[in-house]
């Protein structure tokens, strides 16, 4: 495993840093290894995207990775059961199950699992068909659903068998009683369920849309669950299956830690979304509220000071809160994000942007950067080039202008006299975390 890895960091350069992507490899060999991903498959990409998933989880196995795989077959069953003269009927976002229908469910998800099990056998990835036996269930509620499962436990054993032996485990959302009545459950509900019991580091559910999408059919980059729920909700555009699906989700990471955060993206971004800040697709997470503050006085100046020493290795010069005047400053409750703005000649300027290295890839930075952003018409800052951050900052700049050590970026600045003053404002500036000779050293403060 460790001799593929310095290939797979250039193979991913891509991507992202290097830096980043060693980050994330790093990570993800520390966690327990049935903790390390649950994947939940849509019925959609296993008809329309077999060949980028294939490669996708290929891939993972190839750096000694192996996800926990989850899946439907939302499109497969209503071909199937109108073939069979069965008229599909949802109540609540579920689908209702009769005897009949449930004879479907049963045999078009043992196929499709067969089905994707074998795709990879084929690329000589070691897979693992778990057709049942994980979910324990009640039936919800035999007079409006039929026979749908709600999961009252989830079984581990067969997974954590196949993941000790390097190979994924594919599961279907098939269920059972107590008594052995085969049930239908929902996958995503199975999905939130056996991360409920496992608590991976990543969840990820892959779909045809590659997101959730807005009215405008446009992928939503980033939710926040704490600041944006309740707005989301309320939107026309939020309905049926869609509604049901942000509210399990809402009530699966409100069940989990804090930094937990829910992917939903494409396969062939699978790796984007794994092994970079930035990521790819829908970033959903519980959150943390954003506070903005006008003053260093309602700031904890040692917390401020902690998360940017750690973050850049390096602490603050020693006169940074008297001789920088913030404009606006955007502060996560815990002190795991910030953004520090000051004014220059009328423009704002992003002295700081700052994340927690712990808290890089749960989209906090994402959350801080859409509040300030929705409040800052016109900015420019300055960021060394060899910062690992600054693929993000040129997918969020209108401009930039290099002048060793320094890029400079700006965006919803008009004109080139405007600009032009703001590159050499930001090239002129003095630096505000200390030297990293004179931080080694003893007596550095």
Known sequence: MHDVRPTIVRLLSNLGSAREIQIYLDRFSQVDAVRFAVVKVGGAVLRDQLGPLVSSLAFLQQVGLTPIVIHGAGPQLDEEMAAAGIRKETVDGLRVTSPQGLAVVRRVLQ????????????????ATSIPTGVFECEILDREVYGLVGRVTRVHTSGMKTAIDVGSIPVIASLGETAEGQIVNVNAD???????????????IFLTGTGGLLD?????????????????????PWIHSGMRLKMEQIHQLLMDLPPATSL???????????????????????RGERILTLQSWDDVDLDRFSALVASSFGRPLVADYFQRTRPLRIYLSEHYRAAVVLTEEDGRAYMDKFVVAEEAKGEGLGRAIWKVMRGETPQLF???????AINEFYFAHADGTFRTDPWTVF???IPGWDAVQAAVEHARARRVSLVDPVSAA???AT
């Open 111 to 126: 196929l499709q699992n067969l089905r994707l099990v074998e795709a990879l056998q084929a690329e000589a990835i070691r």
């Open 189 to 203: 509900w199975g999905a939130n369920e056996l991360v409920k019991r496992i608590e991976p580091y990543k969840i």
């Open 215 to 235: 009215g405008d059919g446009r992928i939503i980059d980033s939710i926040s669950l704490v600041t944006d729920y309740d707005r989301l909700m309320a939107e």
């Open 263 to 285: 992917s939903i993206t494409s396969p062939d971004e699978m790796a984007k979304e794994l092994f970079t800040h930035r990521g790819s697709g829908t970033l959903v997470r």
């Open 381 to 387: 800052w300055r960021s060394r080039q060899d910062n």
């Open 410 to 412: 700006w965006y919803g």
């Open 441 to 443: 050293a003893p007596d």
